[in-house]
C-alpha cells in the first residue's frame, strides 16, 4: 500500500489503476481507524479491484467549539490497519493540499435539507463540511463506489441526496456499525472517554433497542417512548442531544404508519458527544 500526500501522485496512482481496467472503490476517514473503519475497507475490497482510503481531518466539518485541535492523529498506526484491511492506495493530504485557496470564500457543496435536523442544527455547517470535503474527494478520485459507516446515519443519507441531486456516478455503500462486545458503537471519539463514561456509554444502545423492542410489539405512542427514555438517560449521567424516531429514507418524523424507521440518539459523556441508531424496517414483522 502507497500512501500519497498531494493530488497530483493520487491522480496518477488512481488513473494507473484505472488503466489495468480495475474498479475504484473509495473509504473516506479522518483515521485515527477502528475496526469500524477496517470494515468499510474489507467490505470495498470484496466490491471493488482497487480500494483507495483517504485520511484527512477536515476543518470545513468542524464547528468553532469542536475538537479539532485534539482530534487524534495516528498516521502510523492507521497505515498498519489499511494495510492489513487490504487498502491500495492511502491519500492523506495536508489541509494546504485540500485547500490551496484557504477556507474563507471557498466554493461550497451545499447538503441538502435534510442536513438541517437532529446533527445539523445542532452542528451548523457541519454536513456543508463533509459534503464539500466528499465531493472533492469525489473530483479527485472518481471512485466507482465509495463506502460510509451506517453509525452516521444522517451523513449516509445527506452524502446519498447528494448523489442523488448532482448526478455524481458513484455507488454509495452503506457499511452496518461495528460495536464493542458490549454494544457500544466503535468511535474515534470513545477514546476520549474516562474509563467511568466508557461503562456507562453503552446504556445508550441499550435505550435505542428497548425502543425498537417496543415498537416492535406494537406501540406507536412515539412521543411518550421518547420522553420516557430520554428522561432515563438523562438520570443515568447523559447530557442528551436528541432522541427521535424517523422515517429512514426522509429523516422526517415518523408517524404511526410508517414501516421503515430510525431511531436516532446524540448525547453528550462530560465533553463526548456519542451518536447512535438502529435502523427499523417493520415491513413483514407483523
Ligand atoms: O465520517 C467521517 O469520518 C467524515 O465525516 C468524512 C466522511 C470522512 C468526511 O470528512
Same mark, same amino acid.
Given at each position: 500500500?502507497?500512501?500519497?500526500?498531494?493530488?497530483?501522485? !493520487?491522480?496518477?496512482?488512481?488513473?494507473?489503476?484505472?488503466?489495468?481496467?480495475?474498479?475504484?472503490?473509495?473509504?473516506?476517514?479522518?483515521?485515527?481507524?477502528?475496526?469500524?473503519?477496517?470494515?468499510?475497507?474489507?467490505?470495498?475490497?470484496?466490491?471493488?479491484?482497487?480500494?483507495?482510503?483517504?485520511?484527512?481531518?477536515?476543518?470545513?466539518?468542524?464547528?468553532?467549539?469542536?475538537?479539532?485541535?485534539?482530534?487524534?492523529?495516528?498516521? @502510523?498506526?492507521?497505515?498498519?490497519?489499511?494495510?492489513?484491511?487490504?487498502?491500495?492506495? !492511502?491519500?492523506?493530504?495536508?489541509?494546504?493540499?485540500?485547500?490551496?485557496?484557504?477556507?474563507? #470564500?471557498?466554493?461550497?457543496?451545499?447538503?441538502?435539507?435534510?442536513?438541517?435536523?437532529?446533527?445539523?442544527?445542532?452542528?451548523?455547517?457541519?454536513?456543508?463540511?463533509?459534503?464539500?470535503?466528499?465531493?472533492?474527494?469525489?473530483?479527485?478520485?472518481?471512485?466507482?463506489?465509495?463506502?460510509?459507516?451506517?453509525?452516521?446515519?444522517?451523513?449516509?443519507?445527506?452524502?446519498? @441526496?447528494?448523489?442523488?441531486?448532482?448526478?455524481?456516478?458513484?455507488?454509495?455503500?452503506?457499511?452496518?456499525?461495528?460495536?464493542?462486545?458490549? #454494544?457500544?458503537?466503535?468511535?474515534?471519539?470513545? #477514546?476520549?472517554?474516562?474509563?467511568?463514561?466508557?461503562?456507562?456509554?453503552?446504556?445508550?444502545?441499550?435505550? !435505542?433497542?428497548?425502543?425498537?423492542?417496543?415498537?416492535?410489539?406494537?406501540?406507536?405512542?412515539? @412521543?411518550?417512548?421518547?420522553?420516557?427514555?430520554?428522561?432515563?438517560?438523562?438520570?443515568?449521567?447523559?447530557?442528551?442531544?436528541? !432522541?427521535?424516531?424517523?422515517?429512514?429514507?426522509?429523516?422526517?418524523?415518523?408517524?404511526?404508519?410508517?414501516?421503515?424507521?430510525?431511531?436516532?440518539?446524540?448525547?453528550?459523556?462530560?465533553?463526548?458527544?456519542?451518536?447512535?441508531?438502529?435502523?427499523?424496517?417493520?415491513?413483514?414483522?407483523?
Amino acid at each position: 500500500m502507497n500512501t500519497v500526500k498531494t493530488v497530483r501522485e !493520487l491522480r496518477a496512482a488512481v488513473a494507473r489503476a484505472r488503466s489495468e481496467g480495475k474498479q475504484i472503490g473509495l473509504v473516506p476517514t479522518m483515521g485515527n481507524l477502528h475496526s469500524g473503519h477496517a470494515a468499510l475497507v474489507t467490505t470495498a475490497a470484496q466490491q471493488a479491484d482497487f480500494v483507495v482510503a483517504s485520511i484527512f481531518v477536515n476543518p470545513l466539518q468542524f464547528g468553532a467549539n469542536e475538537d479539532l485541535d485534539t482530534y487524534p492523529r495516528t498516521l @502510523a498506526a492507521d497505515q498498519e490497519t489499511f494495510l492489513q484491511a487490504g487498502c491500495n492506495l !492511502l491519500f492523506a493530504p495536508t489541509v494546504e493540499e485540500m485547500y490551496p485557496n484557504g477556507m474563507t #470564500g471557498l466554493t461550497r457543496v451545499t447538503a441538502a435539507q435534510l442536513s438541517n435536523e437532529l446533527c445539523g442544527s445542532r452542528r451548523p455547517g457541519h454536513f456543508d463540511g463533509v459534503t464539500t470535503v466528499v465531493s472533492k474527494l469525489f473530483n479527485m478520485i472518481q471512485p466507482d463506489l465509495a463506502i460510509f459507516g451506517q453509525k452516521d446515519f444522517q451523513q449516509l443519507a445527506v452524502i446519498r @441526496a447528494m448523489v442523488l441531486d448532482l448526478n455524481i456516478p458513484v455507488q454509495i455503500i452503506g457499511e452496518p456499525t461495528v460495536r464493542a462486545e458490549d #454494544g457500544l458503537a466503535l468511535s474515534s471519539r470513545n #477514546g476520549y472517554l474516562t474509563e467511568e463514561q466508557r461503562q456507562l456509554a453503552p446504556a445508550l444502545y441499550r435505550h !435505542l433497542n428497548e425502543i425498537a423492542q417496543a415498537i416492535k410489539a406494537g406501540e406507536r405512542d412515539y @412521543a411518550g417512548l421518547v420522553r420516557h427514555h430520554l428522561a432515563q438517560i438523562e438520570a443515568k449521567g447523559f447530557r442528551p442531544d436528541y !432522541l427521535e424516531i424517523r422515517q429512514a429514507h426522509t429523516l422526517l418524523p415518523a408517524t404511526a404508519d410508517d414501516r421503515d424507521l430510525v431511531i436516532l440518539v446524540a448525547a453528550f459523556l462530560g465533553a463526548t458527544r456519542l451518536i447512535d441508531n438502529i435502523h427499523l424496517n417493520l415491513e413483514g414483522s407483523f
